[in-house]
């Protein structure tokens, strides 16, 4: 059901890579609101992914850049603002990738090479893409800029390794940038920590069943999917959220707030009792 809460609004839409993108779901439901904007995503991407369909069932242009580069930035911006004859409203970021996951190089032997680019790409590029958007002038009087971000910015969980310090720092930034956006312009910068989502890039992450089944069991009311996530990306865009600011905001069905749920400790036990009949067998 659509409420047109982004009527007459513009934005800029970075990440939809396919229809498991969340980024993606965003789109969809930022149109289904009324909202016009700009998908952008880098150029190697766009040659994988499927966003011509996208672009076309939405009506929006594609301005391909790559968010860890100003001058890609400035054009992407200025683009947007060309197109929708002045300022914006809100910019989603979606992006992030670390090249220690890929390659499986453990936290306590990383390559920092790969360091520097996961921080480039997956927290400092939302940096610049404030930095260029506030200097461009472009984004309205409490307009909204969102990023996603995950639990594991706060806690320690297997297998995230430096993409924690990433969104540790995503967050971090949005605070930074929030006082110095809300001050002067009154306009609203936040993340959504997101549940787990098994989207293209998370679906090749080792464990990710595992992890989605386990989330799942602690989670009062289950994981979020990428679909809820968009329904409240469009709350934080609309006007209904227009003294929200600086927040990282938990969307993950409770499970931030849980020490142990009864379902978890339940398959916990089961798991135990199997170990225990094994160790008796050898």
């Not at 911006?77 to 220690?100: C, P, Q, R, W, Y």
Request: proline residues 2%.
């Amino acid at each position: 059901m659509a409420y047109n809460l982004l009527k007459g609004k513009k934005g800029i839409i970075f990440g939809a890579l396919n229809n498991m993108s969340i980024a993606w779901k965003v789109a969809e439901r930022a149109h289904e609101e009324g909202a016009e904007f700009v998908l952008t995503n880098t150029p190697v991407s766009l040659r994988f992914g499927e966003l011509n369909e996208l672009a076309e069932k939405t009506g929006s242009i594609i301005v391909p850049a790559d968010a860890t580069s100003v001058p890609d930035l400035e054009n992407l911006v200025k683009t947007a603002m060309e197109k929708f004859g002045g300022k914006i409203d809100f910019i989603l970021h979606s992006v992030a990738m670390s090249l220690n996951v890929r390659k499986g190089k453990l936290y306590d032997d990383l390559n920092y090479d790969y360091l520097k680019k996961t921080l480039d790409i997956s927290a400092i590029s939302f940096h610049k893409v404030l930095q260029v958007s506030r200097k461009l002038d472009a984004i309205k009087d409490w307009g909204s800029v969102v990023a996603l971000s995950y639990v594991a910015a706060q806690r320690s969980l297997y297998g995230y390794n430096d993409m924690a310090d990433a969104k540790a720092m995503l967050e971090s930034i949005a605070r930074s940038f929030g006082y110095i956006y809300g001050r002067d312009k009154k306009i609203r910068v936040n993340t959504i920590s997101q549940s787990p989502t098994l989207t293209t890039a998370g679906s090749g992450v080792k464990g990710i069943d595992g992890l989605l089944d386990f989330t799942n069991r602690m989670s009062p009311l289950g994981n979020a999917t990428a679909d809820e996530c968009a329904d409240y990306c469009v709350t934080l865009f609309s006007d209904l959220t227009r003294k929200v600011t600086m927040q990282n905001l938990y969307h993950d069905g409770g499970f931030s707030k849980m020490g142990m749920s009864f379902r978890a400790m339940n398959m916990y036990n089961q798991g135990l009792e199997q170990g225990k009949h094994m160790k008796d067998d050898e």
